[in-house]
């Protein structure tokens, strides 16, 4: 009877176990990806975020919001393309920084805090369901390494032009509102 006792424990634990534990995902579960970045409480010139939003199609758009979202400041908005090979790196940085798997629940989220820069990434998966993973800039630890290396992937998607055109309106806004 004890042994029958001890058996029905450890089933009962494992199926537990394994119903409780995280859904883990491939890169080819991934359909969208969004990056956003903010750097932080700034006067208006100086104030700006953006939001990289990349689809499994090789397609992605970038918007710029130079200031604050006040329905006056400038927004700059940007579709592009990208090639089947910056999507395998893509795909290599999300296996690499494990955000798609299980040890995705050592990753804290915490809400984001007044001063400093903030960045948040969504990650929309879809299996038998859709989800929706959430991280934000307090991953750490053996992580934190890996996770800066797939951000950084993110922003290479956009191309050069993009980024070279959004650092002259960025420039221009801090020059004709810091006079």
């Keep these: 009877m004890k042994n029958k006792i001890i058996f029905l424990f450890v089933l009962t634990s494992l199926i537990l176990s394994s119903c409780l534990r995280s859904q883990e995902y491939s ?3 991934w359909t969208k990806i969004e990056y956003f970045y903010e750097n932080g409480s700034l006067p208006p010139p100086y104030h700006y975020e953006y939001m990289i939003t990349i689809m499994k199609d090789l397609k992605g758009t970038v918007k710029f919001l130079l200031g604050y979202d006040d329905g006056k400041s ?8 990208f090639t089947n090979e910056q999507l395998e790196i ?3 940085s999300i296996k690499k920084s494990k955000v798609l798997t299980d040890q995705r629940n050592s990753f804290r989220y915490e809400e984001l805090t007044e001063g400093g820069s903030s960045m948040s990434l969504k990650i929309t998966v879809v299996t038998d369901k859709t989800e929706v993973l959430e991280f934000n800039r307090y991953v750490e630890g053996k992580y934190k390494d890996g996770f800066e290396k797939l951000l950084a992937s993110i922003n290479n998607l956009v191309p050069e032009n993009v980024w070279n055109e959004f ?3 960025k420039e221009e806004q801090e020059n004709s509102k810091g006079k």
């Design 27 to 29: 890169t080819d579960d």
């Design 74 to 81: 400038p927004v700059l908005n940007y579709e592009f393309t």
């Design 90 to 92: 893509l795909n290599k």
């Design 167 to 169: 650092k002259q309106k």
